[in-house]
């Protein structure tokens, strides 16, 4: 920093401020030091401003041990952001969202001198755990429980829900079948209620909910019975594997989609447009999730002050080819 300071013709104090994005620092100051910075090969010590300062460029991320589509893109979002801003991301994976594996990965993470803590935690059982963060720790939640006061940031799962059923009604199909994912998953909840008020506001009691997991195994088991229920004519599946499993249960059975059964699906994962049929699907946009859960923290980060900010991104209606009209007798 000496050199960069002695290089720009400024003392170090003002070199300190050009790294920290002081805000009174004259625009032509800052550039005459960012290109001494440039000429030198300047990096910043990120070690020994976490020293002085007790934080470091670094976020730490707890989150679950798994390929499942939205966690592991809400966590590849996450670190996009936080590049683009400038942090780090430590990633503590668990095999469990359970109170003991949060508690010590997010103790892993404070040993580090992590700036602050995210956790994507779209399960139950994460909530108990983070009843028993510090207080002070810059702290927020992706995708977890709605009912909890912790900093949340999270898809709009009710909202999403509700446009694929109201799609499927719009359509003219006289009810939709649901088959959801699992029961301790907050997205599940959130979607069966989204499905459950559209149903309901159109004055349509909800057939039951048909349980299963996030697999297209599980969307075949269901597809089996699906398909050999003749009033079925649309179904929304709580994600695309789900609704993979289904379309091919139909199929064997020779159920045709979307000429006698229209599916959507949710989550838009890459393959969803070359599905046969291509999928109609519920598109949650993760990158603004990240973004938000990111703007959550740094506020926390900068203030000193932990709140129960709370924000839900609205998903989007992709519409493709497994959608029509129920055939007429």
Partial sequence: MTDVAQLAGVSHQTVSRVLNDHPHVRPQTRLRVQAAMTELGYRPNHTA???????????????????LFGPASLLAAFEQSASEAGFAVAVASVRALD????????????????????????????????????TDLPLVCIDGDPQRTNPLVTVDQSAGASLATQH?????????????????????????????AALERAGIDPPP???????????????????????????????????????KALREFGR????????VGFDDIPEAAYFVPPLTTIRPDFDAVA???????????????????RETIAPILVPRDSVAAPRTA
């Fill in 49 to 67: 401003r976490a020293l002085v300062t007790g934080r470091s460029q670094v976020i730490g991320v707890v989150a679950q041990n798994t390929t």
């Fill in 99 to 134: 109170r003991r594996s949060i508690a010590e990965a997010v103790d892993r993470h404070l040993r580090q001198r992590v700036a602050g803590v995210v956790v994507i935690a779209p399960v139950a059982s994460a909530g108990e755990a983070l009843d028993h963060m510090p």
């Fill in 168 to 196: 499927l009604l719009d359509a003219g199909h006289a009810t939709v079948w649901h088959v959801s994912g699992p029961d301790d998953w907050f997205d599940s909840v959130g979607r069966i209620a989204g499905w459950r």
């Fill in 209 to 247: 909910v048909l349980s299963a997991d996030w697999s297209p195994a599980a969307g075949y088991r269901v597809g089996q019975l699906l398909a050999r229920m003749p009033d079925v004519t649309a179904v929304f599946a709580a994600n695309d594997h789900l609704a993979l499993g289904i379309l």
């Fill in 256 to 263: 045709l989609v979307p000429q006698e059964v229209s599916i």
């Fill in 291 to 309: 973004r938000a859960a990111l703007s959550v923290l740094l506020h926390q980060i900068s203030s000193g002050e932990v709140s129960g900010e």
